[in-house]
């Protein structure tokens, strides 16, 4: 139960960040065109300047430009498409020409800035190497298989939260999905749901279930090792510590062990797509920022199909 208490802390210690000062976001505005790679990490940011020619802008660049790109990892070339989303309403035509967007409004930036600065280092010192580390020891069918096995245990979740949200059809596919490949699937290394039975998945988190309820997802907040998220996300993070059905098939310490090994294979995919846009960006909190604001109005813009 230790550990529940730790992030429960944590949560508390990340909202006393709100009598920090924020720093002003030079450059960086809500409009800014950055794209969907909010899981690596949080923003984006653009001066106003001459367009330069396109084999010349970076990764992060044309992400922000709403450019296509490639990124070179350890699993190959990466083709990363943008998905641009305006990040204010519509003006009206009769609008100055030239107007500057308003900044961006963050709260907890000073608490943020800090906390993104420490999960750099710890990325960098620790959890890249041992991210690559992993890659070199498991093979990417392994690591697929590993993948599949963690999401598989959360589907039960899934499944609560998808009923919560009145996704009755989303919650069959969960507990279709957790009884075959629990069996077949043998405990979800292998996914003969979708590949048999064309059974969907239908992750749903907590902060999903809020977002159906009008809950509104708050300041953006940084969390330590977890990154980006906010308000709304990090009371999902807070939840699902607590009630993640893997607390319900292992005893510490071997929980901490399927924890740990959890993050390292989530995170050794995206470890050197982070390296690379934090490399290329001119204010790495801002472009990651950003990206996190920009997922944000894409999800909120994105209807279920029936």
């Avoid at 944590?10 to 030079?26: T, Y």
């Avoid at 330069?52 to 490639?70: F, I, M, R, V, Y």
């Avoid at 979708?194 to 749903?204: G, H, I, M």
Wanted: with cysteine; aromatic share 10%; proline share 7%.
């Amino acid at each position: 139960m230790n550990h529940r208490y730790t992030l429960i802390w944590l949560l508390a210690f990340a909202l006393s960040g709100c009598a920090a000062k924020p720093e002003p976001a030079a450059n960086a505005t809500v409009t800014d065109n950055a794209t969907a790679i909010a899981n690596a990490a949080p923003g984006s940011h653009q001066a106003d300047r001459p367009a330069p020619n396109t084999d010349e802008l970076t990764a992060a660049e044309q992400l922000s430009a709403g450019q296509a790109t490639t990124v070179e990892t350890s699993q190959g070339t990466l083709a990363l498409e943008p998905t641009v989303v305006d990040m204010e309403p519509a003006v009206e035509d009769n609008s100055a020409a030239g107007d500057i967007a308003p900044l961006y409004y963050d709260p907890l930036e000073g608490w943020n800035r800090a906390v993104f600065r420490f999960n750099h280092l710890s990325y960098t010192y620790a959890l890249i190497p041992i991210a690559k580390g992993y890659e070199k020891v498991l093979p990417a069918p392994v690591r697929d298989k590993v993948s599949n096995a963690f999401a598989n245990i959360r589907e039960p979740l899934n499944l609560v939260n998808n009923t919560l949200s009145g996704d009755f059809k989303g919650a069959g596919s969960n507990l279709g999905r957790f009884v075959i490949n629990s069996t077949i699937g043998i405990l979800g290394l292998f996914d003969p749901a979708t590949a048999w039975f064309e059974l969907p998945k239908a992750k749903q988190s907590i902060a999903d279930t809020l977002s159906h309820y009008q809950v509104g997802h708050g300041p953006y907040l940084v969390l330590p090792i977890l990154g980006q998220s906010d308000i709304r996300g990090a009371t999902s993070v807070v939840g699902e510590a607590l009630f993640h059905p893997i607390n319900y098939v292992a005893e510490t310490p071997e929980l901490y062990y399927l924890q740990g090994l959890n993050v390292i294979n989530s995170f050794s995919g995206r470890a050197t797509l982070y390296q690379t846009l934090y490399q290329q960006a001119e204010d790495p909190y801002i472009y990651f920022r950003n990206q996190h604001l920009q997922s944000l109005k894409r999800d909120e813009a994105y209807v279920k199909p029936e």
